[in-house]
């Protein structure tokens, strides 16, 4: 096994009413906001000079999207 997975995702929304019977819902969703690194599990093979070593990543890169949600 190797080290845990650590990410850190975070929302924000805001509801605005525009009319009496409208209104719209502005979102922010951040991904791995930290852009913290998440190492594969080592290798495990014994007889590699490799042995224990962490030769790649698997973290997605930060990402940002964006939404607005309109509702009558």
Do not use: C, K, W
Not at 20 to 41: D, G, K
């Amino acid at each position: 096994h190797g080290a845990p997975l650590r990410l850190l995702d975070v929302s924000i929304a805001r509801r605005q009413r525009l009319t009496e019977r409208l209104s719209a819902q502005l979102r922010a969703e951040f991904f791995n906001v930290l852009n913290t690194t998440n190492y594969n599990p080592p290798v495990t093979t014994l007889t590699s000079p490799l042995f224990s070593q962490m030769l790649s990543t698997s973290t997605p890169a930060r990402q940002i999207q964006f939404g607005v949600r309109l509702e009558f």
